[in-house]
């Protein structure tokens, strides 16, 4: 198995367990699973039918639970996302889940396409809250919930460089200024490993664990971010959205370095992510 990561797992004895009770029902051995070991609360085995989601950690369940109901409860999309094949699997406190694998590559047949990618959010944005929200995260889990402001100014902005917290700083006030911006239900992880392409067509969003009620322009700030599409960013929402987006976008490498804080990665960790918050921030500097 190639690692991506140091997040935690179980044992390769549970993991192979934990694969043949989820697809005991939805697809038969032998199983020679893909790994996918990029995410920080489940790592994915994925069969030619199945995508097998488990949670790295016993605490992380609950997590992996929600986010799969979510899935579960939204309506017929433009796009494919990964629902349940069979139900949930608990073993040795670890929790699994058997969905739907979604085909598709993670670019797309040419450059990305703002018009394609803004029917992505303006069906997510325009979702109906109401049925989804006993599943929904908190908004900007990722980065301290609602208590992101203090976790950035307190925690992450004494470890930059000197030169650079003022600027970080800024960023931050930047951001404070939009709380008040309306909210929809936003996915909250739409960067270009979550977006599936079949040609230049959009085919499947995976990934719903961060979707809450949110400003829109945190994810029109991921899409613009993660496809290289500042540029072309008129194209994926009105002008006072991309405004907002680009309050949420200056925070995104601070908001790095507050997941793993909050997450409580090993020092060693916390170092990179923090060396490469800084390259961003002189790369971006105003």
């Known amino acids: 198995m190639a690692h991506e990561t140091r997040y935690p797992r179980p044992d390769q004895p549970t993991l192979d367990a934990l694969v043949a009770a989820a697809l005991a029902d939805v697809d038969p051995p032998p199983h020679d699973p893909e790994w996918v ?81 803004r029917e992505v959010l303006d069906a997510v944005h ?41 600027e970080a700083v800024r960023r931050i006030d930047v951001l404070a200024t939009v709380e008040d911006a309306p909210r929809t239900v936003n996915h909250g992880d739409l960067g270009s490993t979550n977006v599936l392409w079949h040609g230049d067509r959009v085919g499947a969003v995976l990934d719903w664990d961060l979707t809450a009620r949110e400003d829109p322009a945190e994810d029109v700030a991921t899409v613009a971010t993660s496809f290289d ?36 990665r090993p020092d060693e960790e916390l170092a990179r992510t923090v060396a490469r918050a800084q390259r961003a921030l002189r790369r971006t500097e105003t």
Do not use: K, M
Request: glycine share 8%; with cysteine.
């Open 37 to 117: 070991e990029h995410g920080s609360n489940t790592l994915v085995a994925l069969t030619d039918r199945a995508a097998v989601r488990i949670a790295r950690e016993r605490r992380a369940g609950g997590e992996v639970l929600r986010a799969q109901r979510l899935v579960d409860a939204l309506p017929d999309l433009p796009f494919d996302v990964p629902r349940s094949l069979a139900a949930p699997v608990e073993l040795d406190g670890h929790l699994t889940v058997a969905t739907r694998r979604l085909h598709g590559t993670t670019t797309p047949a040419t450059r990305p396409d703002a018009g394609a990618l």
């Open 229 to 264: 599409l500042w540029s072309a960013a008129t194209a994926l929402a009105d002008p006072d959205t991309v405004h907002r987006a680009r309050g949420f976008a200056g925070t995104f490498p601070l908001q790095i370095v507050a997941f793993a804080l909050l997450q409580g």
């Open 126 to 166: 325009g979702l109906d809250p109401a049925p989804l929200e006993p599943y929904l995260a908190q908004r900007r889990a990722f980065c301290g919930g609602e208590d992101w402001e203090a976790t950035l100014r307190d925690r992450v902005v004494p470890l930059l460089d000197a030169d650079l917290r003022g």
